[in-house]
């Protein structure tokens, strides 16, 4: 167990054997300034118990964003932990973000290092990403694993009038059904899906498996009520991995919006 007095030397010599053989080492605080507080975990202790150089990541709304920098600026002597800079991520318009916001910000001594834009293709998931966060079987479509998810459907109501739904009638669609909606998983199928979870462990007709086989449109089962489901992917985080060329968006996106010399 971890007190006042022992944590630190922890938090040392566990950094020390990460960097022995490191030119730089970047450390990833919690989801907020405050997470791990009560440890002596938060990213500002941390900061002072290595004598590291503090990146403050701010993103959300714009009024969120000035919210957050205010009250650190009014509270918290920021200045003092050796602040590299403030990174501003995942502004959606940033003409308006500068326009509006950037002297407020500046004015306040903030070291603005970045400003990244907000980029839509890294909140799109892929059909295999999302069975494996279900735990899902994979029934028919193997070969559309890698389909791209950009809108979610539940399938809950009658089929005419899931059909007369804009959002069914949308490209790159998720589609949530119970397996024995047989209507509404053909209407899926017909209409440029890239996957459909079937709920309460039913699986559909044989025929409706070829069908999906002939479409590369994968079909998981789960377990789970379409209630259930729908909640289940509503908390999952989409991650910063390779599918879709997702590390090279990232990539340009810092090559062209951050000034990595100030961090490094």
């Known amino acids: 167990v971890y007190d006042d007095t022992s944590i630190e030397p922890a938090i040392k010599s566990l950094f020390d054997n990460m960097a022995a053989s490191k030119s730089h080492v970047f450390i990833e605080g919690g989801k907020n300034i405050t997470f791990g507080a009560s440890l002596k975990m938060d990213a500002l202790s ?8 503090l990146v403050i990541i701010a993103s959300g709304s714009n009024d969120e964003i000035i919210d957050d ?19 501003i991520n995942k502004v959606h ?7 509006i916001y950037l002297g407020q910000i500046e004015s306040m001594g903030f070291p603005i290092i970045g400003i990244l834009p907000y980029e839509e ?10 069975a494996d966060k279900l735990y899902a079987k994979i029934v028919a479509g193997d070969k559309g694993m890698d389909n791209t998810i950009h809108n979610i459907f539940v399938g809950a109501m009658l089929t005419d009038e899931s059909v007369r739904s804009p959002l069914f009638n949308k490209e790159n669609k998720l589609v949530i059904t119970s397996g024995d909606r047989d209507d509404t998983i053909m209407a899926a199928l017909e209409t440029n899906s890239s996957a459909v979870v079937l709920s309460n462990n039913i699986m559909p007709r044989p025929h409706i498996l070829r069908k999906a086989d002939e479409k590369n449109i994968p079909m998981l089962l789960v377990t789970m009520d379409t209630y259930q489901v729908a909640m289940q992917i509503n908390k999952i985080e989409p991650l910063i991995t390779n599918e ?21």
């Open 93 to 99: 318009d940033m003409e308006e973000f500068k326009d």
């Open 121 to 130: 293709k890294l909140s799109f998931f892929t059909a295999h990403f999302l």
């Open 46 to 53: 941390i900061a002072q118990t290595l004598d590291s150089r």
């Open 69 to 87: 920098l205010t009250f650190i600026h009014d509270h918290l002597d920021i200045h003092k932990e050796n602040l590299c800079g403030i990174i």
């Open 244 to 264: 879709n060329n997702k590390l090279d968006i990232v990539a340009q996106s810092i090559e062209n919006n951050l000034n990595m010399e100030a961090i490094l």
